[in-house]
């Protein structure tokens, strides 16, 4: 069987990964992976984690299986994060705990499949690299639309058109928000332009809440979402406590479905749970235990996490300055007012191959960077080293 295995090269992303841990440049960036960093350098566990975890090994709670929706104060608990306390809105939906995000864009992708096996997926272009392999892998077709920067900050028209020839039962993948990679977010006008768009075609909105918080705050990130959730009979979410709650190894995600009524959701609930049980049975208890935790009680984690937004848009708009004094083009001008971890530079693959060979700076081939992995020290250095790399069109002084 092995020699019938076809051949697969690895993972761009993390050979990146590896490429950086190797490189023996004391002054090489690691601008690759999408994890916040703090001045120091390291991804920090939020103190709310930490007394989380404190609490939960005094308590001793026993390893006994858990249910294979998980845990059901996290469930509650998420359902709240992302839907606000809306009774209307709380009762139309079924939430399961899965493992980070993407086990929830897995589930969410069989359960469609297991509905509507010839339903097509689309999702932006440029989009989260994992939504193809992860929406195809159950049979699902997989389409693209435009997201592109416009002088309002979003090109809904390209968008739209794009999006016109999408059948009724096919998905829609829209980020909730802080877009992986661009950070170009939709505004609440764009977000009713979208949401009744569906609606008028019969689409699915399948919403993926990676990073709620890094955006503009945590209730006013999840503003879209409620909107989606208020016009259209069926949707989808999937969400990530990685970023938020830091807990990227542990694993911890939600997958949810809104459906017209109670009664509309009846079969969602055994369905994902027989999906998850032929894949890993259930999910790992611990994040969402300690997510669950901090649900109850969130006000000294939300502290945080707007310690952590405000840390990455100080850092944008330094970088703005920087890129400014350097005399950098105005295609660059967007980064400031760009919204979460990601940007993506106006660079090709072989200025992206110049970062890294002569600067040390590990950005992804297609020009993404994590501007939440940067220090304040290195602002300056990285203006200078895309003002040295960029080529001469794009150099041209916006001045
Ligand atoms: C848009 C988007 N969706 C989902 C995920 C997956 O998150 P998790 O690490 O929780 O699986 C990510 C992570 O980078 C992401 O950027």
Not at 61 to 80: C, E, I, T, V, W
């Amino acid at each position: 069987m092995l020699a019938q295995l076809p051949p697969a090269s690895p993972d761009p992303l993390w050979s990146l990964i590896s490429a950086y841990r190797a490189d023996p440049r004391p002054e090489r960036m690691d601008l690759v992976v999408g994890m916040y960093r703090d001045e120091s350098g390291t991804t920090p566990v939020p103190d709310a984690v930490r007394a989380a975890e404190t609490r939960l090994a005094e308590a001793g709670a026993s390893k006994a299986y858990r249910a294979l929706s998980g845990n059901a104060d996290f469930n509650a608990g998420m359902a709240r994060l992302l839907l606000g306390d809306a009774p209307a809105r709380l009762a139309r939906h079924y939430t399961m705990q899965s493992v980070g995000g993407t086990g929830a864009l897995r589930l969410l992708a069989e359960l469609v499949a297991c509905a509507t096996p010839k339903a097509t997926v689309w999702s932006s272009d440029p989009g989260y690299v994992n939504h193809r392999p992860l929406m195809t892998a159950p049979g699902l077709g997989f389409e693209t639309y435009r997201l592109r920067e416009a002088a309002q900050g979003l090109d809904m028209a390209a968008m739209l058109d794009d999006l016109a020839p999408a059948k009724p039962g096919d998905v829609v993948i829209l980020h909730g928000c802080c877009h992986n990679p661009t950070g170009i977010d939709m505004r609440p006008e764009h977000w009713a332009e979208v949401s009744a768009f569906c609606a008028r075609r019969g689409l699915i909105p399948l919403v993926d809440m990676a990073y709620q918080g890094f955006g503009d705050g945590m209730e006013a990130d999840a503003a879209g979402l409620r909107r989606v959730v208020d016009d259209n009979p069926t949707v989808l979410v999937a969400a990530s406590c990685s970023k938020n709650m830091g807990l990227y190894c542990e694993r911890t995600g939600a997958a949810m479905v809104l459906g017209e009524s109670p009664a509309a959701l009846s079969r969602v609930a055994p369905l994902l749970e027989r999906i998850a049980r032929a894949s890993y049975s259930m999910p790992p208890e611990h994040g969402a235990a300690v997510a669950a935790e901090i649900l109850a009680a969130p006000e000294a984690w939300l502290r945080e996490v707007e310690a952590m937004r405000r840390r990455v848009a100080h850092l944008r708009a330094a970088l703005g300055a920087a890129l400014r004094a350097e005399g950098a083009s105005a295609e660059f001008a967007a980064l400031e007012r760009q919204k979460g971890m990601f940007s993506l530079l106006p660079l090709g693959p072989e200025e992206m191959r110049r970062l890294r060979e002569d600067h040390a700076i590990y950005g992804t081939e297609t020009g993404r960077i994590n501007v939440a992995g940067l220090t304040a020290a290195q602002v300056g250095p990285l203006a200078r080293a895309l003002r040295q790399v960029a080529t001469p069109a794009r150099r041209a002084s916006a001045a």
